[in-house]
């Protein structure tokens, strides 16, 4: 018996992750809508935020990795009809356990992959537009251990 639905995010710092879950909240109705925005959103980037203010610490990514995780794995325990696990996932062992917890609470899983991340022209446009200011060099650094599903 499938209790909802998972989604799993995929893609480059600036591919377009955050402008599809506002499209896809968009098209839901209202009332699931808030109930989406509100409990079923988990982004490790969300950790780094203090004071309104975005701060990385390559030192913390663990620690806000596994935080993560958990509230997600939490929410799937609370039935929430969709949750969506907003990282970039380049790596198959990034998502491996968002993945196996959404299927042992019998969620139907998607996996969504934003932009090309093999493509130069698509690493160039990531660069260009990410929000916490991501360069070119590193876009390209990920890019290169991305693993196809």
């Not at 997600?72 to 491996?96: H, K, S």
């Not at 093999?118 to 251990?145: S, Y």
Request: charged letters at 20%; glycine letters at 6%; hydrophobic letters at 40%.
């Amino acid at each position: 018996m499938s209790q909802g639905l998972a989604i799993i995010m995929r893609g480059l710092p600036g591919s377009g992750k955050s402008h599809w879950i506002t499209q896809f909240i968009q098209g839901l109705p209202l009332e699931q809508a808030i109930r989406l925005k509100q409990h079923g959103i988990f982004s490790t980037d969300s950790y780094f935020y203090q004071d309104g203010e975005y701060r990385f610490d390559a030192k913390k990514l663990p620690e806000y990795h596994q935080r993560n995780l958990s509230a997600f794995i939490q929410a799937l325990g609370r039935n929430e009809p969709i949750v969506i696990c907003d990282n970039t996932n380049i790596c198959g062992w990034e998502y491996m356990a968002y993945v196996a917890a959404a299927k042992a609470l019998s969620y139907q899983v998607r996996m969504m992959l934003i932009g090309n991340p093999l493509d130069m022209a698509h690493q160039r446009q990531c660069a260009e537009r990410n929000q916490h200011q991501v360069p070119l060099n590193q876009i390209q650094r990920m890019a290169k251990l991305f693993e196809p599903f």
